[in-house]
């Protein structure tokens, strides 16, 4: 399975290289954005990032949403290990 979590632009590092900063949730990582380079990207702009690449550019709406979901796994995953550590076959 591919995860991508979505992350905006704050900065272009080197344009000839397609080289970004992006932030996801905080956190703040110099990405690939080669993919994307007939994209005319911008610091504001939100991708989709999954290993260091930038794979598609997508809208504010679609970000939030996607880091809802993700947010949401997360919690369900450990809720999940939360039930199984503390259940017990009798």
């Known amino acids: 399975m591919c995860l991508g979590i979505p992350g905006q632009i704050t900065e272009i590092v080197d344009a ?8 996801v949730n905080g956190v703040r990582r ?5 993919l994307l380079a007939d994209d005319n ?38 809720n999940e290990i939360d039930a199984y550590n503390s259940s017990q076959i009798v």
Do not use: C, N, P
């Not at 000839?16 to 932030?23: G, N, P, R, S």
């Not at 110099?30 to 080669?34: E, K, L």
């Not at 930038?54 to 979901?69: G, H, W, Y």
């Open 16 to 23: 000839e290289q397609h080289l970004a900063k992006v932030d």
């Open 30 to 34: 110099i990405i690939s954005v080669r």
């Open 41 to 78: 990207l911008r610091v504001g702009d939100w991708v989709l990032v999954h290993v260091g690449f930038a794979m598609s550019k997508i809208d504010e709406v679609e970000a939030q949403f996607t880091l809802d979901q993700v947010e949401k796994m997360g919690a369900d995953y450990v």
